[in-house]
């Protein structure tokens, strides 16, 4: 069986020397990297933590982090993500469901007890403790599961909204994170800019930017001075971030465009990139942000690697190693997305259901709506059970939202269907007002923005303002009608 861990030794044999993780003013590197993982793991193994045994990882984004994480992996046993920002209520349901068998946690955290401490002085930064779980029955996941050789438990909604728990094993991992580097083309001499969650974003990241022995800079703590320290004097060559920072970089006079002179490719992930935040980049810098599509069960098939304008709003080109099928199309070309290839997720946890089982035909069901233009880039337009129907006419929320999101006094949209007797659904949106917009927040100004620039059956019935929109542990609004605080 294979493990990333010992790949990521052999494949970086030859940069032992090179820095890995830069956190501030601190540089380790690879040799540093791989000795402090051993210690860690070594310390866990007399603990107790083997093969296949479930392991949640609580820590604030760091080299520590990523130490603990490689740790686990090189044991062979199984991340289990969290974010730190969990509440205790919903940690201890990730616990119970994925029968995790310990908690390794940084301790200024302290959310569990008893514990012990690991590993003292191995840590570059922190102090982490180990807590052993109850995972409730001696044999709670079935004899197939050790056989997969598993490597992380995403514990996550799939497409049908139930928490699944997406297993990938180490193959699965190295399979992915081949597939993904076949665009991105991550190399010994890239400088990687990380601003993102690592419990969010690992697997088709971090650890293949640590396969090809890049170096990767953490820029989340004093973002976004970190990220402007990152380009001026580290030469970032490549950006994996959110439309928000995009959005933070555009408005920060601090940003100029001889500052991204380094960079090659600038990645936007996690949520749906505004059109303005793309448009607004591309005219301060040059180029715009590259959308990526990443599924969880899936890797990442597509990043539009085309640096062009006119398709900033696509998820560009499938990669090399993937097929797409775009199924029950209506006159338009659009149509259910479905997806295979390499590194596809292994199982769901809970209910247990192999990938075999699922996916008998061997194509993942995305969920997703989208459409392929002359160019072959593809578009993403909505999740199929957001799809809004008016009298037989498709309304696909995102197009909406996108639009009502460029008036000046709204902050963000969430628009969905309301049924109807006799016209199936209707569009209505709620709204976050801007809390710097110009003028107040006027409703009709609003809908009349929606006819300049959408057909009228597409323009919300309603527009209700809001405080907020709730939203998932991952950032993305959550597509319900009673999304109001």
Known sequence: MRNIVETIRSETRPWRDKPAIVEGEDTWSYAQLLAASDAVAADLRKQGVGPAQRIVIVGEDSADTIVAHLAVLSLSAVVVPVATALARPELETVVREMHVDFVLWQTALSPFEPAVNVAPGAFFRHAYNLSRMDSGEADAMPSAYAAMNPAFIRFSSGTTGASKGVLLSHESVLARTSAANRGLGIGPNDTVLWVLSMSFHFVVSILLFL??????????????????????????????????????????????????????????????????????????????????????EVGLPFVNLSGRLDKAMSVGQMLPDYELAIRNPDDEGIGEIFLKGPGLFDAYVSPWQTRETCLPDGWFKTGDIGQLDDDGFLHILARESAVINFAGMKVFPQEVEAVLDRHPAVAESLVYGEPHPEYGHLPHARIVPAADAPTPLDIEDIRRHCFRHLAPYKTPKSFDPVDRLEKTASNKIKRTARNVT
């Open 211 to 296: 396969r090809k022995a890049a170096t990767i800079v953490l820029c989340h703590d004093s973002f976004p001075l970190s990220m402007l320290d990152g380009l001026q004097r580290r030469r970032g060559t490549f950006i994996y971030a959110s439309p928000f920072h995009y959005g933070v970089m555009t408005g920060s006079d601090a940003f100029r465009r001889e500052d991204v002179a380094s960079v090659r490719l600038a990645v936007s992930t996690a949520i749906r990139l505004p059109q303005q935040v793309a448009e607004d980049f591309a005219v301060k810098f040059g180029f715009p942000p590259a959308q990526a599509y990443g599924i969880i």
